[in-house]
């Protein structure tokens, strides 16, 4: 067991539903990425039938900063994200998913971001040095087309190029009196539209295929994302 402290620099957000076939080697790099840090990895499960959270747990008896959160069952990525930051313990927290799709190598430039002065740091696909592999012309289209129209319809988020991007990180104050009502994955959207922050900066990175596990990409997760625009372009939720 490595470290036991309840002060950490950084919390890392994980949600998972049947991860179990990536959450070591997730947990094994960005133990590996972070190891210069104090800083702590929140699991937030699901309900996961494969017993995810259970090899979660066994992470933990090895590095000793790894938080299981087991909830009773598919409550929604959003809401697992805000449960994670209830629950982590700094000031500084990131959201990473755990199918390896997001390179936890990328955490360690967010994080000198942060320390620069910056509110929020997102991961993004789409500038300078950064990329996606494994995706077709269709998906590319898609994934441009929502980007588009959410600057159209938000400007909020036009400082942004990757407003789709689920890999950010942020000082947790810039959420102070914001309620988060996304219901998919999405959630960076609202964040850019509501929260208190005073500045933004992007770090690229190689968005990579699924290796293992099932995609959680679903047309249900795409009704969800254009409820959101219309409800954040003429704010029908709370804020």
Do not use: C
Not at 95 to 101: F, N, P, S
Request: charged share 30%; proline share 3%.
């Amino acid at each position: 067991m490595r470290r036991i402290s309840d002060r950490y620099m950084l919390s890392v957000i994980v949600p998972t539903y049947n991860e179990r076939d990536n959450i070591v080697e997730l947990i094994e790099r960005i133990e590996a990425t972070l190891k210069e840090i104090k800083f702590e990895v929140i699991v937030v499960d699901d309900g996961s039938p494969d017993g995810t959270a259970d090899v979660a747990k066994e992470l933990n008896e090895i590095y000793g900063n790894v938080k299981v959160h087991v909830r009773s069952g598919k409550m929604g990525l959003a809401s697992a994200i805000m449960d994670g930051i209830g629950l982590s313990s700094s000031e500084i927290v990131a959201v990473i998913d755990a199918d390896l799709q997001h390179p936890p190598e990328t955490l360690r430039e967010m994080y000198n971001r942060l320390m620069e002065g910056y509110d929020l740091v997102v991961a993004s696909r789409y500038i300078k040095s950064a990329g996606i592999e494994g995706w077709g012309a269709w998906r590319r289209i898609i994934s441009r087309g929502a980007t588009a129209t959410a600057h159209l319809l938000l400007p909020e988020t036009r400082k942004v190029k990757d407003v789709m991007s689920g890999y950010f990180m942020l000082r947790k104050s810039i959420l102070s009196g914001v309620k988060v009502n996304s219901k998919g994955y999405k959630i960076l959207l609202e964040i850019l539209v509501k929260g208190n922050y005073k500045s933004v900066a992007e770090v690229p990175y190689i968005f990579k295929p699924r290796i293992r596990g099932k995609s959680k990409m679903d047309l249900n997760e795409m009704l969800n994302f254009l409820r959101l625009l219309f409800n954040l372009r003429f704010r029908t939720v709370e804020t």
